[in-house]
T-cell receptor
Framework: GAVVSQHPSRVICKSGTSVKIECRSLDFQATTMFWYRQFPKQSLMLMATSNEGSKATYEQGVEKDKFLINHASLTLSTLTVTSAHPEDSSFYIC?????????FGSGTRLTVV | GENVEQHPSTLSVQEGDSAVIKCTYSDSASNYFPWYKQELGKRPQLIIDIRSNVGEKKDQRIAVTLNKTAKHFSLHITETQPEDSAVYFCAASLGSSNTGKLIFGQGTTLQVKP
């Protein structure tokens, strides 16, 4: 079946630094990638939608200059958390949509110290 | 935009009993409704889904019903087992071929007591 590889699975960074999270579709072309954030004991909140070769569409309240999304190819989308702060600590997860439906990455646990 | 409400937030049942989780959605154009099971720190796992042209779907102990008029759908788990304990999320999506934005409900923590 369809597989989305997400890296890293866990990352700890210092406040003020940037972190890049990658999602790769391994055996299919992901035209659209969705990025979610999930705080402890809460739901998955959609942050943005990215389509290959075009600018991402951000949900209301999500800072596009802080959460940079790049979807340069049909198999790779990246989320960069810039100038990270402790309140950005969360579980970030991508989801690729294709003919087979939605395929989720394994998630990235970001801790900002 | 689409909004999905899920109830209850927690549900505790005895092993062997049934569990029902309900969701309502706001956008009448939504046409795809998946249910996910998520274990702590893991990705959501699709357990069953239903499209807007179907009223009910069943897969062994799991069933989903959809009422388009009322804009609500429900997950039914029968003969619950301790391994069914997890957080369950409903979701709703616009668009064809399951490619629209997927909006999640708030989640239900199900505890099945042995």
């Amino acid at each position: 079946g369809a597989v989305v590889s997400q890296h890293p699975s866990r990352v700890i960074c210092k406040s003020g630094t940037s972190v890049k999270i990658e999602c790769r579709s391994l055996d299919f072309q992901a035209t659209t990638m969705f990025w979610y954030r999930q705080f402890p004991k809460q739901s998955l909140m959609l942050m943005a939608t990215s389509n290959e070769g075009s600018k991402a569409t951000y949900e209301q309240g999500v800072e596009k200059d802080k959460f940079l999304i790049n979807h340069a190819s049909l198999t790779l989308s990246t989320l960069t958390v810039t100038s990270a702060h402790p309140e950005d600590s969360s579980f970030y997860i991508c989801s690729a949509s294709g003919t087979g439906g939605y395929t989720f990455g394994s998630g990235t646990r970001l801790t900002v110290v | 935009g689409e909004n999905v409400e899920q109830h209850p937030s927690t549900l505790s049942v005895q092993e062997g009993d049934s569990a029902v989780i309900k969701c309502t959605y706001s956008d009448s154009a939504s046409n795809y409704f998946p249910w996910y099971k998520q274990e702590l720190g893991k990705r959501p796992q699709l357990i069953i889904d239903i499209r807007s042209n179907v009223g009910e779907k069943k897969d062994q102990r799991i069933a989903v019903t959809l009422n388009k008029t009322a804009k609500h759908f429900s997950l039914h788990i029968t003969e619950t087992q301790p391994e069914d304990s997890a957080v369950y999320f409903c979701a709703a999506s616009l668009g064809s071929s399951n490619t629209g934005k997927l909006i999640f409900g708030q989640g239900t923590t199900l505890q099945v007591k042995p």
